[in-house]
């Protein structure tokens, strides 16, 4: 029998090979990568509520699985590569925030 654990990994994998939106590797507050190559999808203007004056912005966001991910460093940064639509090679997007974590995916606002 096939374990419910197991099959939620094969659906997140599912879903982040159809979503992905390209690789990115994940730096540290200090600038030392932590992890190589994460699939991400990037989200470039996501509507983002800014709770203490209650307007409505835009932001990007950055989603990747949180077991690839691991243990992180919450200043750290994504420097994505040529393969990310859009990006240019070598661009550094630092973590502003958490938009989601659902324990299976973890969305971070992300300011260049």
Do not use: C
Not at 33 to 45: E, V
Not at 52 to 68: D, E, H, K, Q
Not at 86 to 109: L, P, R
């Amino acid at each position: 029998m096939i374990e419910f654990q197991q099959l939620i990994a094969e659906m997140d994998a599912a879903i982040e090979d159809d979503l992905s939106d390209g690789l990115a590797d994940f730096l540290s507050a200090k600038g030392d990568l932590q992890r190589q190559g994460l699939a991400i999808m990037l989200d470039k203007d996501a509507e983002r509520v800014d709770v203490v004056s209650g307007m409505v912005g835009r932001s990007v966001i950055i989603t990747v699985r949180r077991v690839a991910l691991g243990q992180y460093d919450r200043k750290g940064a994504f420097r994505l590569d040529s393969s990310v639509w859009g990006a240019a090679d070598g661009k550094t997007w630092h973590i502003d925030g958490i938009a989601t974590d659902d324990g299976h995916w973890v969305s971070f606002y992300v300011v260049p």
